[in-house]
């Protein structure tokens, strides 16, 4: 019996490029098998999940374009639990403090707002109550991570590229976002926005475990977030380009609380 062909994420054919079955040995000698229309891997421990068909992204140019998750009292987690994952793609980082994403309104600090910067005291960090969890390094340009934020109990983790890679103290109160929740924006401050792409945005209101996280990321490869089971499903999933049109960002998480492209924010044909 030949041996599969090894492929990485990178150089993966799409799942709709070819309408028969294709199988092949990943990098990490997972088995991944496409139908024609999804990839299905199959973990060296046994345990399978799907990709899904992610072509699409949000396109930022730095300056005041963003996309805007309206308010909801949903997101107001108080002193509970909460994640918030999403992939990102700078393609400079010509702003002080370049913003992923921010649920802070006018007074209010202890919201979270998550940013990438070159400033040593602040690289890759979560800011809250104008304490940053930080990590002492600034993902790269022109390529895509993924990141979250977790906090469980009173610690908070921030995650790259599905591994842990800081941890803290953590118990502010998070109040509802009254103006809503602005992506690749600044809610304060113009000046400090993203030049790039964001992609696959989601918020729970439940700590997802450092495992499931890494699930997530599936060595650079996106899930379906319904595979995560019915018990761990998102308040908000963006998918971020694919299957929407104008400047609607459909929800398909619990909530079903659409987003909207404000200010020029465009669909790109990128994504992990």
Known sequence: MSKLATYTTANRPSASSNAGLMIFRTDTNNIEISDGTNWQTYLSDGISYSSIDNTKSIAFDGSDDHVLIPSNSAYGFGAGDFTITFWVNAATYANTYNCIFDFRYSGNTANPAFFISQNVSYQYYLYMN?????????????R????????????????????????????????????????????????????????????????????????????????????????NQPLTWLRMGDGDSGTTIKDHGSLGNDASLVNGALIDNSAP
Do not use: C
């Not at 304490?131 to 340009?141: C, G, L, R, V």
């Not at 792409?197 to 996106?222: H, M, P, R, T, V």
């Open 130 to 142: 104008a304490i940053p969890h930080n990590y002492a390094s600034s993902p790269n340009t022109s």
């Open 144 to 231: 895509w991570y993924m990141g979250a934020a977790v906090r469980s109990g009173t610690i908070i983790a921030i995650y790259l590229d599905g591994s842990l890679v800081t941890s803290g103290t953590n118990n502010y109160n998070i109040q509802t976002p009254t103006s809503g929740i602005k992506l690749g924006h600044h809610s304060l401050n113009s000046s400090n926005s993203l030049h790039g792409n964001i992609d696959e945005f989601a918020i729970w209101d439940k700590a997802l475990s450092g495992s499931q996280i890494n699930q997530i990321y599936n060595n650079g490869s996106q899930i379906d977030l319904d595979d995560l089971g019915a018990l």
